[in-house]
């Protein structure tokens, strides 16, 4: 079947760095979809990683290894506003979003 | 980023009545729209998967003839709740695609509650 993984939540602190894994399993695989959601808001993108590597924009960056089933959202310079819930979405072959349950990341002071 | 407006944001209604939600692509043609469902602290759900002119494509387990989908256009599509219960009330999101692209593009949102 097809699934995602991400943890349910992390808490972090302001100014720091924080990493949300997520590992997939789909049929087929056409990139990895990284989004970021307040509460009572829909999503907003913040990276597709179709290839393997690093994918660097500001202070986010993305991580994909496709052999792994593997992908990861690197913040760096926690801010406040960054605390939301982080979701990760696969793509199958039918280019249909497999959507993870969302990372609740938590920003302290 | 292209841009979706997904009306109304808010709505209330009362048990036995239907609501619409419309989502309109304003400046690129929407070929494939599709329609989710969102229940606090969850993922998003996926209902349903509309192409423009043809059928909406429904999941396992909703109801086609609960949530009426029409893509009438390459700009517009809309979702009724018909004959809607408490147990309907979600957040619901429209994204909407375009011919070839990957990604697609998220209304608002619609905060349905049925009272």
């Known amino acids: 079947g097809q699934n995602i993984d991400q943890p349910t939540e992390m808490t972090a602190t302001e100014g720091a760095i924080v990493q949300i894994n997520c590992t997939y399993q789909?049929?087929?695989?056409?990139?990895l979809f990284w989004y970021q959601q307040h509460a009572g808001e829909a999503p907003t993108f913040l990276s597709y990683?179709?290839l393997d590597g690093l994918e660097e924009k500001g202070r986010f960056s993305s991580f994909l290894s496709r052999s792994k089933g593997y992908s990861y959202l690197l913040l760096k310079e926690l801010q406040m506003k960054d605390s939301a819930s982080y979701l990760c979405a696969a793509m199958d072959s039918n280019y249909q979003l497999i959507w993870g349950a969302g990372t609740k990341l938590i920003i302290k002071p | 980023g292209a841009v979706v407006s997904q009306h109304p944001s808010r709505v209330i209604c009362k048990s036995g009545t239907s609501v619409k939600i419309e989502c309109r692509s304003l400046d690129f043609q929407a070929t494939t729209m599709f329609w989710y469902r969102q229940f606090p602290k969850q993922s998003l759900m996926l209902m349903a998967t509309?192409?423009?002119?043809?059928?909406?494509?429904?999941e396992q387990g909703v109801e086609k003839d609960k949530f009426l989908i029409n893509h009438a256009s390459l700009t517009l599509s809309t979702l009724t709740v018909t004959s809607a219960h408490p147990e309907d009330s979600s957040f619901y999101i429209c994204s909407a695609k375009g011919q070839g692209d990957t990604e697609a593009f998220f209304g608002q949102g619609t905060r349905l509650t049925v009272v």
């Open positions: 509309s192409n423009e002119g043809s059928k909406a494509t429904y």
């Open positions: 789909t049929s087929g695989f056409n990139g």
């Open positions: 990683n179709v």
